[in-house]
């Protein structure tokens, strides 16, 4: 029973980071940076619920290997956009404190 309150809970909180994803979405001014935070909160989410799920899975033997290499295969990719999607944020970071101290550099000069 306590593991059904859990499941629960991962949900009501992956349900949370979809509401916030979508409020930011909705925005008339979108911050792609807000919507790119949103999109990897709702990721990591996602990926946690589904470790849970898998665990909770694994010794269960009606489940074949195929749909187990499948599962598998489904949280490496969502591991694998997870992490391309926050090297793309750090970039974009980066470009953008370079911007600022040229700008800063630039205002010193006049």
């Not at 919507?35 to 989410?45: P, Y």
Request: aromatic share 6%; with cysteine.
């Amino acid at each position: 029973m306590s593991d059904g309150g859990k499941s629960l809970g991962a949900e009501k909180s992956v349900s949370y980071a979809l509401y916030l994803h979508l409020r930011e979405l909705c925005r008339p001014k979108r911050r792609l940076m807000r919507i790119a935070s949103t999109k990897l909160a709702l990721t990591n989410e996602l990926i946690q619920l589904q470790q849970r799920r898998q665990w909770e899975t694994a010794f269960d033997l009606e489940l074949d290997t195929e749909a187990s290499c499948q599962l598998n295969r489904a949280l490496d990719r969502e591991r694998l956009y997870r992490d391309r999607l926050r090297s793309n944020m750090q970039r974009q970071l980066a470009k953008q404190q370079q911007s600022k101290r040229k700008y800063l550099q630039d205002m010193g000069k006049m």
